[in-house]
């Protein structure tokens, strides 16, 4: 019985910097929430943005603060420090263990897609960008922490791939697709793929994927995390 | 090319909370950074003074603070929040893109493994804890960024296990034996089911190992991250 949670980034093509941020707690309570950020625009002027919401939420989330109080004060920090004249989505994957529960908190036109008894559905409701407008608030759904809840959060890049081209990807029909035992990390990665195909390889804008699956399995007890981090070319272009 | 970060860890036997703290920070002028924390005693007690050193280190990383003045900063912090009177063994592991160098940040009784220039040696000069007396510092070592670095940082509990019945683990040879090519994910998933062996199955400390990789080898340009929470018998004992 373990949670598994799977991200996978690719930033825009020949921009070197991703405006997205990704970034993943321990909850003081018990569990984890991981914290995605599509910052305004791309590049490092995005980056920068994106950091700064996600490290205020992560910090709150750190302190016990619960989802939406940190997702408001995320949205209040971003639209005192740059007066309003930037937005930022950002989403909140959490699973709770101190209520048993998965709770999405979503600040953001981009879908998320989850699986739960057994059916996929798209969480699309309206739900403001932070940063911009007095008194934004998250949408928040909350499902029972069980077996086989499986939460995929994106940025727009995915959910948008190849739509210049006129080749959008249906992705409610494309998970449904998929054998429903997946890990984490293949539904991550096969998503990011899929988004790089449409894109030809070279993404218009910045690509993350978020998942997050909730195994019913019997594991051993040992908490694991492993991260890969392309080094980048100023660096490995120095070695003989 | 890609520097690869695996982190193992399980708590003491039958305690249910490790006293030890990970967390991985992107640094913000290129980079990753882990912090790991090993609090005073076990349990709730252990996690909460890991966890305040742990997230004080972080958010100091996490603003372009050197890795030495984090450390520093932690350990006046700590001291402090609980008046010189209890103490953290505090390591901070990190890739630097800015300098093209690992850093690698002491404050622990607990040496680190490293091999550089095909070699493995054995970081373990004395340094103090942090929390405790007045103006401690880090051991500080810094090695180029080259294929072929492996860093293992380990919490004593890995550093001990089987030391009270009498049958300690030669870490340094262990990691001689290994192939040179494993993944920091094998180093650290092999290095923890070493130390559970000599435990018996049931460790007497919390045990975390962190393995850091440079890979040499051409890769995607993706950026990954998976990790794997057990969840809790009082969450899957209400489930069907």
């Known amino acids: 019985m373990e949670v598994q949670v799977a991200v996978a980034k690719i930033e825009k093509y020949a921009v070197g910097e991703s405006g997205d941020t990704v970034e993943v707690v321990e909850r003081p309570h018990g569990g984890v929430s991981i914290v995605l950020v599509d910052g305004q ?3 490092q002027s995005a980056k920068s943005i994106s950091n700064l919401v996600a490290r205020k939420a992560i910090s709150l989330l750190a ?3 619960r989802d939406g109080a940190a997702a408001r004060a995320a949205h209040d920090y971003l639209r005192t420090q740059r007066g309003g004249k930037v937005s930022a989505e950002l989403v909140i994957v959490s699973a709770d263990f101190e209520t ?3 709770v999405l908190s979503r600040n953001s036109r981009t ?3 989850l699986q739960a008894e057994g059916e996929w559905r798209l969480l699309d409701t309206m739900a403001e960008a932070v940063g911009v407008h007095a008194r934004t608030r998250p949408c928040i759904e909350e499902v029972p922490l069980r077996p086989g809840v499986v939460v995929i959060a994106m940025s727009d890049g995915i959910w948008t791939a190849g739509e ?13 697709s998929f054998p429903l035992t997946l890990s984490a990390k293949a539904f991550a990665d096969d998503l990011l793929a899929h988004a790089l195909r449409h894109e030809q390889g070279r993404p218009g804008d910045d690509l993350t994927v978020v998942a ?3 195994l019913g399995l019997d594991v051993d007890n040992i908490r694991r995390m492993n991260l890969t981090f392309p080094i980048p070319s100023r660096i490995y272009g120095t070695w003989d």
Not at 164 to 176: E, K, M, N
């Open 41 to 43: 625009r791309s590049g």
């Open 100 to 102: 048993g529960s998965i």
């Open 212 to 214: 997050l699956h909730v």
């Open 164 to 176: 210049r081209r006129g080749v959008g990807i249906d992705l409610l029909s494309l998970v449904q």
């Open 63 to 65: 302190e016990g603060v």
């Open 111 to 113: 879908p998320i897609l």
